[in-house]
């Protein structure tokens, strides 16, 4: 079955330094991958998603992962962080035996001045 | 664009108590779901209709039934509302399994 862990529930960093949010998953398929964020009393709002076409996937505001087949990884990053990025960080593997896609624990990602 | 909307956006029940959640979507969707979020556990899937006139149950169902009323609407409801129920709750919707979510800002519900 499908899982995936994301490796820090809290991160913290300064306002102009750069993230680095950790995800490992486990597939037996070829995985979509995806990565979302929530902020504060708000619904998810996806901000990337690797469905094998690229390794290096870009997404909005800055962030991009990349998928590792041989570590089984797919870490978001982003080089300077804003006070905007503030937010909880969702990542999100395909489960296409049951048609669902299965979240992690999220990592909450507080920036400071 | 609405998007998916859903209501209400809070709620307090007793324990023993019934509601219904309500979740509508103008996106043209043909798969829809309803999660629920708790500190430290992610999302977790109660149940999915992946086109209308089919459901089928996810990861935490029990206590939960769910109608797919049309395209558009997807309702979730509490038969006899616990405590262990107190949750967020989030609707969301997608062309088609396993692509990207679209999702609502979520009822927040208790039970006293």
């Known amino acids: 079955a499908q899982s995936v862990t994301q490796l820090d529930s809290h991160v913290s960093v300064s306002e102009g330094t750069p993230v680095l949010l950790r995800c490992n998953y486990s597939?037996?398929?070829?995985?979509?991958l995806f990565w979302y964020v929530q902020h504060p009393n708000k619904g998810l709002q996806l901000l990337l998603k690797y469905t094998s076409a690229a390794t290096l996937v870009k997404g909005i505001n800055g962030f991009e992962a990349e998928f590792k087949k041989s570590e089984t990884s797919f870490h978001l990053t982003k080089p300077s962080a804003h006070m905007s990025d503030a937010a909880e960080y969702f990542c999100?593997?395909?489960?296409?035996?049951?048609?669902?896609?299965?979240f992690g624990a999220g990592t909450r990602l507080a920036v400071h001045p | 664009n609405a998007g998916v909307t859903q209501t209400p956006k809070f709620q307090v029940l007793k324990t023993g108590q019934s509601m219904t959640l309500q979740c509508a979507q103008d996106?043209?969707?043909?798969?829809m779901y309803w999660y629920r979020q708790d500190p430290g556990m992610g999302l977790r899937l109660i149940y999915y209709?992946?086109?209308?006139?089919?459901?089928d149950k996810g990861e935490v169902p029990n206590g939960y039934n769910v109608s797919r009323l049309n395209k558009r609407e997807f309702s979730l409801r509490l038969e006899s509302a616990a405590p262990s129920q107190t949750s967020v709750y989030f609707c969301?919707?997608?062309?088609?399994?396993?692509?990207?979510?679209?999702f609502g800002n979520g009822t927040r519900l208790t039970v006293t």
């Open positions: 969301a919707g997608t062309d088609r399994p396993n692509s990207p979510l679209h």
């Open positions: 996106m043209n969707h043909n798969s």
């Open positions: 597939s037996s398929y070829s995985p979509s």
């Open positions: 209709s992946a086109s209308e006139g089919t459901t």
């Open positions: 999100v593997v395909s489960d296409r035996g049951y048609n669902k896609l299965i």
